[in-house]
């Protein structure tokens, strides 16, 4: 049985307290099922083929630093965050090309856990966004229900919600399949998603 990194481990018991203890029910609900399923054995380990982009510099770094000032348990999820985000493979939203050079500059994803990730496995997908200041990551939907859980400054939208800033160790909930957006203001942006895949 393949043994959990540690850093990912504590990165996720500090992600399931923070969505627990969420107001949101349907948040609270999601985050039991994904971490149900992440307490069955470990899906095995894989070394990710190491991809930086220009928003893993100063963005990215900023806003980890941003997490040692607030309130525990945000530094020590940005800690180990911040132990795991060198060894991601950090790659551009599909059809970033067409939103401009801001935006092809301006933010990065990457799989923590799921298909791809450090931990490859296919019953739960964990991941992160950063972006620099002023950003806007374009309307999408996917089938599975999400969680973000914001560990910056900035706003999310979905069909259902206005335009919702839920400051640094908030939480938001996206309903299956619904259209939803985010976006940076003046401060770089950083965010985890945890989404239960069937
Ligand atoms: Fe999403």
């Not at 982009?53 to 309130?71: E, F, I, K, M, R």
């Not at 966004?129 to 706003?155: F, N």
């Not at 999310?156 to 206005?162: G, K, P």
Request: charged share 15%; glycine share 8%.
């Amino acid at each position: 049985m393949a043994v959990r990194d540690t850093n990912l481990q504590q990165l996720l018991n500090i992600s399931q307290r923070i969505i627990a203890a969420s107001a949101n029910y349907r948040a609270v609900m999601a985050g039991e099922r994904i971490f149900e399923s992440l307490a069955r054995p470990a899906g095995s380990r894989a070394a990710a083929t190491v991809q930086r982009l220009p928003a893993c510099d100063h963005p990215l770094a900023a806003a980890l630093a941003g997490t040692s000032a607030q309130h525990s348990p945000l530094p020590e999820l940005g800690t180990a965050f911040g132990a795991l985000e060198g060894g991601l493979h950090w790659y551009r939203r599909k059809n970033a090309e067409a939103l401009g050079q801001p935006f092809i500059d301006g933010h990065a994803n990457a799989v923590l856990i799921g298909p791809d990730g450090i931990e490859q496995r296919d019953d739960v997908l964990v991941g992160a966004t950063v972006m620099a200041p002023h950003i806007v990551y374009p309307d999408h939907d996917h089938p599975p229900e999400e969680v973000y859980i914001a560990m910056s400054p900035g706003e999310w939208w979905n069909a259902e919600m206005n335009w919702t800033e839920p400051g640094p160790g908030g939480i938001i909930y996206n309903p299956p399949g619904i259209l939803h957006a985010m976006r940076s203001h003046t401060k770089p942006f950083l965010a985890l998603w945890f989404l239960p895949i069937d």
